[in-house]
């Protein structure tokens, strides 16, 4: 299930901290895992667990207080609005239920093409520019009017159709 490569790679994290401190790679371990899954199955927290001689909930704990850790499959695109207090003050809930509407899926679900999955998350620090989301754990998105939404998925909508040697 986890490959030789991937127990390599846990090994250059795990040799960054003193031999007696090698859990503190778990967030490593687990972003490693995903990156060659795609999420992070039960299964591969017991790997991870193993591997870095801990609990297995401890592993599991980790996994599910980040929201950056998928515990199943996801779409292509992984679209987080911000529903914390500060957000929804300033149309965060709407914009979540702005993309439910259009995506033709509640929160936590996928399209059924594959493309979207949407997640409500946590404060994303960035209160000032509410609403605000982040797209696949890494482009953070400010000022999210429904036009500006309409735009982001359409937007990458159409970059997944164009061929890959365009992209």
Known sequence: MISEATK???????????????????MACLSIVQQELGYVSTESEKVV??????PQIAVHE???FYNMYNQAPIGRF???VCTNLPCQLRDGAKALKHLEHKLGI??????T????TLQQS???GACADSPVMLVNDRTMCSFMSNEKLDQLVDGLRASSALPAEAK
């Open 8 to 26: 390599s790679r846990f090994a250059r994290e795990v040799a960054k901290f003193p031999s007696d401190q090698k859990q503190s790679a778990v």
């Open 122 to 124: 946590e404060c994303l």
């Open 106 to 111: 509640a929160m936590n679900e996928t399209t």
């Open 62 to 64: 980790v996994t599910t």
């Open 113 to 116: 093409d594959g493309l979207f």
């Open 78 to 80: 992984k679209l987080n």
């Open 49 to 54: 667990a193993d591997y870095l001689d801990m």
